[in-house]
């Protein structure tokens, strides 16, 4: 009889587990919003296993551009943002949509083209003078388009160059409207130029006659951001579990595992969380 009766309570208990489970599971995830080039670049395939390894949290991230990223956080569809525009997050955070806003990371831009080099931009370290040759040869350039970190960077540094892109745009200048990754195929298709983050330049492996052509200009640096997004204004934000991450990426444990990720041994990513005014 005794047996019996544990069986019986081990089955009620089972079924119990079976119906109570998957509505705690549900609960156990957070969703970031973050760019492309974090998510092309492979860089959270290496970060989040080590994270959810360690905390049992599931992290979903959607990889949009920034602009997208942080309207999609404006709706409430997100707990964490994890972009690169400053003045976006800023923005984001005045507003009050944002908790803080913390450094994570950075690595830089680099323009990339043709071996050819139609606009003899080879070598030079100043990216401003590199955009005006391009529109000067009116050498096929591909654009993200998309309202991304990379995008508004481009768009900051044509208006730099005292190029006004979007009165002085032609047939060369091409609109994709699509993430980092695409886009460099769609340049690597045309033997356009572009601007990459390095990050998704070393992951990328469809290059064709792509290279670096500039780079080392200080306008290339590129800072990464993590914020928090306001419970206050959407009451469905999971805080702790959203505050929990943040605290892991800009940790050493997370720190690290930022400085770790390498392809081919060349670091994609530097961290730098120590730095509070970056």
Partial sequence: MALKRMNTIQVILLMLAMYTAPASWAQNFITVASTTSTEQSGLFKHLLPAYEKKTGVQVRVVALGTGQALDMARRGDADVVFVHARSAEEKFIAEGYGVKRLPVMYNDFVLIGPKSDPAKIAGGKDILDALRKVKAAEAPFVSRGDRSGTHMAELDLWKLAGVDIAADKGPWYRDTGQGMGPALNTASSMNGYILADRGTWISFKNRGDLTILVEGDKRLFNQYGVILVNPEKHGHVKK????????????????????????????????????KGA
């Avoid at 943040?246 to 730095?275: C, H, M, R, T």
């Fill in 240 to 275: 702790e579990l959203g505050q929990a991450f943040i605290d892991w990426v800009v940790s050493p444990d997370g720190q690290k595992a930022i400085a770790d990720y390498k392809i081919g041994g060349e670091q994609l990513f530097f961290p730098n969380a120590n730095d």
